[in-house]
């Protein structure tokens, strides 16, 4: 089992800056990569990023790019999530989710644990 813990949501304005951090725990051992997805209210939950858990690779939902950065301090068994020039529409509920394999990496069902989620807000 691994448990996965997010921690850094908030408000912020709009064109401001927000670091997500999610902290696993228990068998970090057995994971492929790490991802980030996201639900705004009566959305479904999107694709954001993922990284491999060995740092090598990083992919992104195209409307991300540039935008926000993943990235993995395994010493820490913690990865972030670097939003910068948030809008609006960023606004959801973000999760970090854990998966012992790479496939469907964009999709929910290819993740076997999550986190609580954390609330992020962008004002305009």
């Known amino acids: 089992q691994v448990q996965l813990v997010e921690s850094g949501g908030g408000l912020v304005q709009a064109g401001n800056s927000l670091r997500l951090s999610c902290v696993a725990s228990?068998?970090?051992?057995?994971?492929?990569?790490m991802g980030w997805f996201r639900q705004a209210p009566g959305k479904e939950r999107e694709f954001v990023g993922r990284i491999r858990w060995s740092g090598a690779t990083t992919l992104y939902a195209d409307s991300m790019k540039g935008r926000f950065t993943i990235s993995i301090d395994n010493a820490k068994n913690t990865v972030y999530l670097q939003m910068n020039s948030l809008r609006p529409e960023d606004t959801a509920v973000y999760y970090c989710a854990a998966a012992v394999g790479y496939d469907d990496y964009d999709r929910p069902r290819g993740y076997d644990y999550w986190g609580q989620g954390t609330q992020v807000t962008a004002s305009s």
């Open positions: 228990g068998r970090t051992s057995s994971l492929a990569a």
